[in-house]
């Protein structure tokens, strides 16, 4: 369940990246690369797809986790803040996200589990719109912190 919490935040906190009117619609795909994970969470490969649905963004994440197991999440982000949507892949039972918009670049989100608090997602937006990086904390299976920076392209 904590792997999956783990998980659950990496993806859900892309939640806290998206707004079509700046850009951020599209798709965006992880360069592993480029990007910083805590051992054991490390993916594969991951694939973001968003998409304006209203008001709201549909966003849908494919992809491939570090054990080689499918990663299929979908869910509707209201752009005016409050919890996301699941059609799919919802997370552990209890788990929740919270997104704030800061600025015009920068979103970040909060994840919690039964009402408390258990990771944040910083996610900025670069100036020139081709790439966005994602600071996620959490925390690991063994309960220890852990902070992730992902580095998304745009495709």
Known sequence: ??????L?????GFAGTV????GFAGTWKLNVAKSKFA????????????????ADLAVSVTGTDGA????????????????VTYTEGA???GATVAAKRVNANTIDSTSSLNGKEVGSTHTTLNADGKSL?????GMDANNKPLTNTEVYERQ
Do not use: W
Not at 69 to 79: A, E, H, N, Q, W
């Open 1 to 6: 369940m904590i792997k999956r919490l783990v």
């Open 8 to 12: 659950g935040l990496m993806v859900l």
């Open 19 to 22: 707004s079509a009117a700046d």
């Open 39 to 54: 051992t054991g969470t490390e993916p594969k490969a991951v694939s973001v797809v968003v998409v304006e649905k209203g």
């Open 68 to 83: 080689g197991k499918p990663i299929s999440v979908k869910y509707t982000l209201p752009m005016k803040g409050g919890a």
């Open 91 to 93: 997370p552990a039972s």
């Open 133 to 137: 990086t994602r600071v996620v904390k």
